[in-house]
């Protein structure tokens, strides 16, 4: 199987280098494509110089401005179908996400469509959450499910592993969402499709260097995005 990990960034100059580092001891057969919002802090310009190291195992694509997380990923997707990938990740590039689930990712997609990683599938798996942060993680799940009836335990998470054949049938172009809803979006539209989706257990461990995203806006917009998509044909 030929596999990339999309990476989408804005501001992640400090934890790039030393993901995809990581990305390549754990899952050395995977390319990486590096989707960057135009950072002002200068990634854009560091995956290039990662890019001219590997040229045929880091790629980049540039976007004109921040858009949102959805946009950015549809982005990573579309490089990923046109250069024909079989499997493709999706996952953080702050080290939230780890890359040593990878090959565990890789061997379960041999006979899924969607492996999703959950940090609360076996429990609770978060590491450096205050007890905020984890009670709205946990609330947005339950409301997510509550209002599309998908039997995830984790429906907010971003770390997935999709067959390609599964994001051609979900189709980018119907997608809605640009911002943190577009992770349930997407798994939603999968269980929609009827494709086999099987979660795994990961640790999450909140971000090492670098400001996190997640804002009051972005809780809003879910508030409002999940019933939209869910009721979106």
Not at 60 to 75: F, I, M, W
Not at 101 to 113: M, Q, R, T, V
Not at 168 to 194: C, H, P, Q, T, W
Not at 195 to 222: H, Q, Y
Request: proline residues 4%; aromatic residues 10%.
């Amino acid at each position: 199987m030929s596999c990339l990990v999309v990476l989408p960034t804005y501001n992640e100059r400090e934890n790039l280098a030393g993901i995809i580092e990581s990305i390549q001891r754990h899952a050395p057969e995977a390319d990486v494509v590096v989707v960057d919002d135009n950072s002002p802090d200068g990634t854009g310009a560091l995956a290039d110089e990662l890019s001219r190291a590997q040229p045929e195992k880091v790629f980049v694509v540039h976007r004109a401005r921040k858009e949102g997380l959805g946009p950015a990923y549809v982005a990573g997707f579309r490089f990923a179908l046109a250069r024909g990938y079989d499997v493709i990740v999706q996952m953080d590039a702050d080290f939230s996400h780890d890359p040593k689930y990878l090959p565990l990712f890789f061997e379960e997609i041999k006979s899924h469509d969607l492996v999703i990683g959950s940090r609360y599938v076996n429990g609770i798996s978060v590491v450096n959450w205050d007890l905020k942060r984890l009670i709205l993680s946990r609330a947005a799940s339950f409301y997510v499910r509550s209002v599309t009836r998908m039997p995830l335990t984790d429906t907010t998470t971003g770390y997935k592993c999709w067959r390609r054949e599964a994001l051609e049938a979900i189709d980018l172009d119907r997608l809605v969402s640009n911002g943190y809803v577009f992770l349930a979006e997407m798994s939603y539209r999968a269980f929609r499709k009827k494709l086999r989706i099987l979660e795994v257990p990961i640790v999450f461990v909140e971000r090492r260097l670098g400001r996190s995203k997640m804002s009051g806006g972005i809780i809003a917009e879910g508030l409002w995005g999940v019933i939209r998509m869910r009721f979106r044909r």
